[in-house]
């Protein structure tokens, strides 16, 4: 869309106060779309192998993380990833078609993220300030928004004319209430468990789009071009 | 969460239980109004508002009621006491009536800490009771109405205040069932009713839940967890640390286990859940603060700074922290161990409070200081110090430093060697620093005090390294090495603190020949000492500052006379060195070494005069090595060797190997062992002997051993060892022990068989020597020999006649009588060639010769000489043969073996009925010539007589 905007500029003839007027348009165009993310133009399957890396680096550190979580929170705390809660976020990618699988991604990495941020938060306050799973559970934060950016560029990128909702398509999931300390040591190893898991359905995923979409990427920009 | 009910149920249940003592109330109130001047209701509206206070009361509008029933209450008064007199006179409670017990109670709860605060107000009867007043309160669970706590507060009269607090912990979570609580007041024997019931209500869910919820125990007490369960659900268990524990039901659906919390749990709690890990809770379990040791000070003068000791560890993190606070004032957050905080420091002493608090409990630590008289310095800043004059400068990044009486300590670290000096001033910036080394680098540091009221060192300041100027070397440690014609001047190369600066070069001054040695460079090599002038040795070293002194030194005209040297024995890794007094050494004594069997460079020592003994020590020592140490006297010309000695610093086992043992038989019975001994150069201590190992290798536990002495020559003739095969080692003797084995040498001993045949020969020899000696002796004297031997025997006398010729037969017979008995025996012998024949022929023994010849019958007497079986020698005699002896001459044959012999020969003769009968003696039968006598056994003598008569005559041939 970044792109459709600058083909405005030329085309109007600008008085001071249009071209003010046209900047701040711009500005906007471009915050509620992107959200500051900058996206290059970049060859599909480059974009795809980036991310495809990107997503097999953090589902190896979330395998980490998930194990230095259980570790961290005293016995049995292995039973504590088996039981099931509501407001986690679902692992499964949902979508029939490439652009809703690939928004469906998009939705999840940003549903996991404040989760994963409350996660933290309460860790934070049971671990000393030096262990080794806050920071891995901030750098877990940081990937995640990261891929996030890239996936949105992927999509913007092949479906240029698609635009992203701001709500997550799969429905929101809210972070929990205030719980005891039991409660978040399971409420974090089954968030940290199902980001796992979604971590791997994203890399069979990226893997399969690579495969597909940018090998027939002429057609598919062909036929959003065309919606 | 809960209910506290609150109404005039005790009053109901006053009057509906007890309604003698409706009375009572009645006439209590009454008289409490009366006193008070309060109308009867005012009291029921108290209760039905608990936050109205006496001091709040205001007079309503219907008083005109209470003056108009005047007369009735006094009237009821008057009963009342009547009834009440009647009372105390039947021994009831009367007084209790009196007693309306408390008021206005109120039940408050922290779920968390798990109590229960109670307030209520004071009996309004209590102002008329003169001593104390007693609260009973009790808490009951409430679904059973079991008491957990009962409790009588003491109550003082006289206090200003009526409301009343009263808290109690319960060991159960509050949460696990509902609590209750109730009230009464007692004056002596007398006792209000109880308050009404004020509950605080328990938790109840869908899920199983555990409480308490994330509380924070201390390490060694006892926790009681609950387990509450949904309805209709049933226990299946209860995990503390995944550990499965007992659990007592308490009522319905809640369950309880106490834990007795025996270490310090981790940061992230310890996990205590029922029936599954999704309800559950987490126990912190810790140490309440135990900090120690407040210290306040301050280093800038603006701001105190108090520390203090940590002591144990809480083991509680993050939100459950210790917090700190000093004097009211929260610390930083990330206090640990000292806080600051801005204040003025010109008030003079006062207190410092500390207070640490976490959820286990809070501590205070107090000091008492005047900040003034305990002020740290900060650490000075910018220190520099020059190298030209060792000045050392440096700041203070606060003012109000500049006018402190200060002493400063300034540290010189030159190598690792501290040296601390001192100096004192207002405001000190600077020092001069004096007594440094030349050309030696040093690090200073500062850190200073106040002078006066003198708290601690401040900090330090940060190193600052310099170097000083260089100087002149000192003199040289001059000494010579002799060498044949050569001799090499030697010097000691100065150390850092001796040179004072870098050592350019030496200048060797030999006579008018000057020569420059360059570093490292330390000897010089004179070739050529004929002249007269080359004996002096001058040697300076030489920096950028100038030379030394010169160092002289004089080589001996002529070669050191040779000491005999002794023997030393090292200890400690050196020498203890004593040596007698020269009269020579003005100047002392000069004490060199060296290994004596390898080349090396001397090492010396300069001993003052008047010391005769040195310790000598040196890094260059090593243990096993013979060392050559000689001791010159220092005289005012060449220095005079004196004394000499050899020694280890530490005898070693010998490494090297004695060699070329051998082993050679000497004789039947000896060995000669030789070998090489152990090369001095090899030698790792003095050999006192050799000790030669040898054993038959056939009995190995043989082990003899033979010590030889270093005086003896390296071989040594082993006497008396018999033939054997033997294994032969050789082991040096030393202070230290054997060592330097020798390679086993075997040796098989041979019997000297030539010898055996000479000595036999030589006896041969000598025994054929001597029989032939005697056989000429005997052949000289052979008539002495004969006569002895063979005596002459006298020739039979004949008488005419006995012996007539036979006619016929042509035999003679023999007269016994004439017969000289003979010391030889003569016995029964083989007639050899038919000459004698002995005819034992019935009876008929007879003497008879076959020829008539009597002197071949002599012949044959004289010569027959053999030996018999039995060792006898015997005669073939005719008379032996034939003799009648035992009637003829029975005391001629003296040996009774010769009587036994012709005994038996008679014997015989006599048992076959022999009878010397002349006549009818014939010759004998031919026949007869093949007989022989039968050997037969002697009965006491143990003879054996053979007679053995052969047929060997000519004519049976």
Redesign the interface.
Known sequence: MSGHVKNMCPQLPISQAARTLLSLLLVAAIDSVSAGVVCRKQPCGSSLQISLKLTKLIHKESADLLKTYKV??????E??C???INNVPDPNISGLDPSERMLSIYSHCKAFLPHLKRVTEQQ?????PS?SLLSKLSTAQNRTNGLANQINCIYQTLFPNLPIPPEPVDGPTSVPPSQ????Q??YGCVVLKRFKEFLSRVTRELRTLKSQVCTRRTTFADTNALS | MFSINIGDENFTRCQQSKPTLSVCHIVAHALVLLLNNRPVYGQTQQLSRPETTETDYKPTPNHGIFYGSNIMLVFLLWASLFLSSLQEQNGQDAPGVLLSGPQNVSVDNDLKDQRIYVTWEDDPSSSRVPDKLIYDVEVLLTDNMTEVHSEAVDVRSDQASRKYHWSWTSALPLECTSHSVRLRSRYQNYTSQWSPLQTITGRASSHPQVFPNSSVVQVDSNITFCCILGPGQRLEYMKYNNILMNTTHIIDQSYAMVVHMQSPSPPSCINVFCNSPLYGTCVYVGYPPGDRNLVCETRDLESVRCHWDTGRATNLTNQRKTHYHLNGRACPNRTVSNCYQTVRVDQGERNWTLTARNPLGTLELRDTADLKKRVRLLAPTEVVASGVNASVQWQWERQQYHILLMVCQVQLNHSGHIDMRNYSGIGLRSVVLHGLAPAQTYTVQVCCGLKQHFWKWGDWSKGSTFKTKEDIPEALDVWMQVKANQTIILWKPLTVNQSHGQIKDYEVTWGRQKTIIHPPQNEFLISNRSTDEGHRVTVTANNSAGSSTPSIIIIPRLPHRSKTSMKIVGSDGGFDLSWSASPNASCGYVVDWCPTHTKCRLEWVKVPAGITRARIQSASFEEGVRYTLSIYACTPWAPELWERREGYVKECLPKGQIQRLAAEQHGPDTVLISWTGIPPENQTAFIHGYIIYYFDTSHPSSLRMFNVTTDEPWAKNLTGIPVSSYRFTVKALTSVGEGGDSSPVFLQMNPQTDQLITVIIISLGSAACLLTLVTILCYRNWKCVKENLYPKIPKPVWKEEWLTPLEGHGCQILYVDSCQPSEIDIVCNRVQSGEAVLDNNAGKSALTNTNSDVPALHGHYNQVLSKTTSGHFTFSSPHAMCSPSSQLSGTVIQNPSYNLEVQACLDMGQSVGYEPDINSSSCPNPELYNMSYVPFEMDSWGYKLQCHLEASSPLQE
């Open positions: 961290s929170q005293g016995d049995m705390s039973l504590f088996q039981m099931s934070t306050d049971l671990q000393p262990s005891n300390v039991f409660q040591k399971v």
